[in-house]
């Protein structure tokens, strides 16, 4: 079974900072590697995919990968109230996926 | 969004009964999965389907069947619930299943069993 690992939360930052949340694997192999929001009572929704060493941007936010230390990060630049939600890291595993627990962040006004 | 439903969105039944959760789609995504989320454990895969009358297990299988007899619907059965199954259902489709796409999800079905 493939192990992804989020860093614990929850995570609290001021509106305006950078929000910075990680996320671990096991697998060597996988090559692509997703990042989701889910606010409260709400379903998971895509915001960020990686598959390349390096940095990708999109808007606010960056993702980061590290296949060599098999790590990938997402930061969220000018935190606003509206990005308080959980983050779920997601690695694929054959034809599924595999999340980690999720990173709460709340965002103080 | 992508064009998943999921019914019923709320359900409360009692242990012991059997309970059939539906998700629907409009995408003709051949993936579809079953999973569930309770605090502390994220996300779950409990049964996905490549296709028309392929299914697999995921990691929590055990109490749980399904059923894909067309594309567009796939069925998540608790043949006899138990209180551990109170948990919130989250359907997901996906259009190739190769590890560089991406899940769509559902709305979501919360269950209690009482």
């Known amino acids: 079974q493939k192990e992804v690992e989020q860093n614990s939360g929850p995570l609290s930052v001021p509106e305006g900072a950078i929000a910075s949340l990680n996320c671990t694997y096991s697998d060597r192999v996988s090559q692509s590697f997703f990042w989701y929001r889910q606010y409260s009572g709400k379903s998971p929704e895509l915001i960020m995919s990686?598959?390349?060493?390096g940095d990708k941007e999109d808007g606010r936010f960056t993702a980061q990968l590290n296949k060599a230390s098999q790590y990938v990060s997402l930061l969220i630049r000018d935190s606003q109230p509206s990005d308080s939600a959980t983050y779920l890291c997601?690695?694929?595993?054959?034809?599924?996926?595999?999340f980690g627990a999720g990173t709460t962040v709340t965002v103080r006004a | 969004d992508a064009g998943i439903t999921q019914s019923p969105r709320h359900k409360v039944t009692e242990t012991g009964t059997p309970v059939t959760l539906r998700c629907h789609q409009t995408?003709?995504?051949?993936?579809m999965y079953w999973y569930r989320q309770d605090p502390g454990h994220g996300l779950r895969l409990i049964h996905y389907?490549?296709?028309?009358?392929?299914?697999d297990k995921g990691e929590v299988s055990d109490g749980y069947s399904v059923s894909r007899s067309k594309t567009e619907d796939f069925l998540l059965t608790l043949e006899s619930a138990t209180s551990s199954q109170t948990s919130v259902y989250f359907c997901?489709?996906?259009?190739?299943?190769?590890?560089?796409?991406?899940?769509?999800f559902g709305p979501g079905t919360r269950l209690t069993v009482l």
């Open positions: 997601a690695a694929p595993n054959d034809y599924k996926l595999s």
């Open positions: 990686i598959y390349s060493n």
């Open positions: 389907s490549y296709g028309v009358k392929d299914t």
């Open positions: 997901a489709i996906s259009d190739g299943g190769l590890s560089t796409d991406t899940q769509y």
């Open positions: 995408e003709n995504h051949r993936y």
